[in-house]
């Protein structure tokens, strides 16, 4: 089944820095990604869902990457701040399979100092 | 945005207890789920629930769990009995539709102690 890796494990930056996680997956027919951020004691937060139609997303203050080839997945949090501090995770999702069911990376805890 | 409820946030039982993991989904969801996330290790599927059934469950939902939601009230899942190595955070999610397109919802998770 789906293998998805994510690096790393723990990162801390500056405020103003940037912040770049990684997850490479394995099956060739994930086609639906997702970012999710969780800070402590919340619920994940859905950050971007991303289809694997489009390599370069958007979102406001972060920037999410599709590498089809590598089969890789990244986000890079531009000027980070401390309330970007929190756990990130990827997932992954397959187009056909009879029911959604997402393969989470171990998670990044990010933390931003001032 | 939509939020996913569970109670409580955190369970200490002993070891062959019986525990309920309540979850309360988005209203108008109609599919429900359950993760397994042990201390430091990635979140992992248990089952997906939907129309009152089970469609589909991973290894890690072993025998001695179930799950409900009865008359559309809370989505429940049960361990009966406990063993240690059921001690983790156990997420719950809903979602409007089933295709891998869809974004799940997941509540704070419950901390389960199994002592």
């Known amino acids: 089944g789906e293998q998805v890796e994510q690096r790393p494990p723990h990162l801390s930056v500056r405020e103003g820095d940037s912040a770049f996680i990684t997850c490479t997956y394995t099956?060739?027919?994930?086609?639906?990604f997702f970012w999710y951020k969780q800070e402590p004691g919340a619920s994940l937060q859905l950050l971007m869902k991303?289809?694997?139609?489009?390599e370069i997303n958007e979102g406001q203050g972060f920037t999410v990457l599709l590498n089809k080839k590598d089969k890789r997945l990244s986000l890079n949090l531009t000027a980070a701040h401390p309330g970007d501090s929190a756990a990130y995770f990827c997932a992954v999702s397959a187009l056909s399979g009879s029911f959604n069911k997402l393969t989470f990376g171990a998670g990044t805890r990010l933390a931003v100092c001032p | 945005g939509p939020k996913v409820l569970q109670i409580p946030s955190h369970q200490i039982i002993d070891m062959g207890q019986m525990v309920t993991l309540n979850c309360d989904p988005v209203?108008?969801?109609?599919?429900f789920y359950w993760y397994k996330q042990i201390l430091g290790q990635q979140m992992e599927f248990l089952v997906n629930f939907y129309n009152g059934k089970v469609m589909e469950k991973s290894k890690l939902f072993k025998d001695q769990f179930s799950v409900e939601r009865p008359d559309g009230s809370y989505f429940t899942l049960k361990i009966q009995p406990t063993a240690l190595e059921d001690s983790a955070v156990y997420f719950c999610?809903?979602?409007?539709?089933?295709?891998?397109?869809?974004?799940?919802?997941f509540g704070s998770g419950t901390r389960l102690t199994v002592l």
């Open positions: 991303v289809f694997s139609s489009t």
């Open positions: 209203s108008n969801h109609l599919y």
């Open positions: 999610a809903s979602s409007l539709g089933q295709s891998g397109a869809e974004t799940l919802y």
């Open positions: 099956d060739p027919n994930s086609y639906y």
